[in-house]
């Protein structure tokens, strides 16, 4: 298992960024294990970080090299640098066509990845959440499965936010400054709920996954866009359990995400586990 940290150039955002990759190259086979053809690209996971993260909490603080390791699995990690992964009109600054467009023609062209939709895939949490929602859909002709955990679908709380909380990334002029004109959300291509319906019009939605702890403040937001999506007759995985907005019901959680992606099958190992699953 080769863990990578890579600084990519993005014309998207004028500057160097730090990506860190896990790319199953060299992985350990015992005399009886399958060899898997040196000719056949990698599926991928572009996995996003949450807010006050960056692109090592994944490696950090999941099993996500263990479990990219069993399946045969090439994960790709930016980092968020808490813009929410949006394309920025203020500054100019296009983080979603960097997730969207850049990063993976660049990985594409430095590792051994397929290039096919199915074999595509992107999830995060939280601010993450949002951004594999909002960059999956916007970019659906690239990615066929998007995962969201504990997703931070908090318009609500954006256009109801003022300027006295001690922390800047809860003040209005925060969210302003990374998605403009708050009452011109609804209908752009931020809007999930928007997106969504283009793509579901164009006949195009990827597969989507959804879940959050029951104790996370998060939840009747996730709930929310549940309920939207089911009655667009989406094809959505949506589970909830036990658990708070922390790394203990991420971690977990993400092996759920690798049981519900079609990688291939364990080579060797702990299972992610059992998956309980609400259609």
Known sequence: MALIRIDLFSQALMRTVPVTAVIPVDNVRYEGDPVRPADLPYKTLYLLNGIYGNNM?????????MWAQER???????????HFYVDCAATGEGYGRF???????????LFHLSRKREDTYIAGLSMGGYGALRNGLKYADTFGYVAGLSSGLIF??????????????????????IFGDLDKLDGSDKDYRALYLKVKAAGNAPRLYLACGTE??????????????????ADLTYEEGPGGHD????NEYLGHVM????????????????VRREK
């Open 57 to 65: 909490d994944w490696v950090c603080a999941s099993n996500v090299m």
């Open 72 to 82: 045969s699995l090439a994960v790709i990690m930016p980092a968020g640098e808490n």
């Open 99 to 109: 997730i969207g467009e850049e990063l993976v023609e660049q990985t594409r062209r």
């Open 156 to 177: 609500d709380k954006m256009k109801n936010a003022d300027n006295s909380s001690g922390d800047y990334t809860q003040r209005r002029s925060y969210y302003e400054a």
């Open 216 to 233: 996370d403040f998060l939840i009747e937001h996730n709930r929310s866009y549940r309920d939207f999506l089911q009655a667009q007759g």
């Open 247 to 250: 790394f203990t019901f991420w």
């Open 259 to 274: 049981d519900w992606l079609p990688l291939e099958e364990k080579m060797a190992g702990i299972s992610s586990g059992n």
